[in-house]
């Protein structure tokens, strides 16, 4: 099992940028393929981003694709998604997400397939 706490939301003006991390529990980290979501208000869940448990592979919703990067540090059990050129649609709670079940280059997009998240963190972008 694994805990989850991200950190890093704010208010930002549109074009800026913000840096997100979440922060795990455990020693094994490099068990789980990481995954970032998003939640605006009305709206359902969404995914963002997802990074294999190697840090080898990624994969980007279409509407982040040049813009935000997930990386993680396995040293630190840390997951990142560094977000530039941020637009007022990118206005949402962002939670990461841990999948267990995944091959150690490959990572997930599908919300029901993480078992693990955390809490969440604000980001709202002022236009």
């Known amino acids: 099992q694994v805990q989850l706490v991200e950190s890093g939301g704010g208010l930002v003006q549109a074009g800026g940028s913000l840096r997100l991390s979440c922060a795990a529990s455990?020693?094994?980290?490099?068990?789980?393929?990481m995954g970032w979501f998003r939640q605006a208000p009305g709206k359902e869940r969404e995914f963002v981003a997802a990074?294999?448990?190697?840090?080898?592979?990624?994969y980007y919703a279409d509407s982040v694709k040049g813009r935000f990067t997930i990386s993680r540090d396995n040293a630190k059990n840390t997951v990142y998604l560094q977000m530039n050129s941020l637009k007022h649609e990118d206005t949402a709670v962002y939670y990461c997400?841990?999948?267990?079940?995944?091959?150690?280059?490959?990572?997930?997009?599908?919300?029901?397939?993480?078992?693990?998240w955390g809490q969440g963190t604000q980001v709202t972008v002022s236009s």
């Open positions: 997400a841990a999948d267990p079940a995944t091959s150690w280059g490959t990572a997930r997009t599908v919300e029901y397939e993480y078992d693990y």
């Open positions: 455990g020693r094994t980290f490099r068990s789980y393929a």
């Open positions: 990074i294999s448990r190697s840090g080898s592979s990624t």
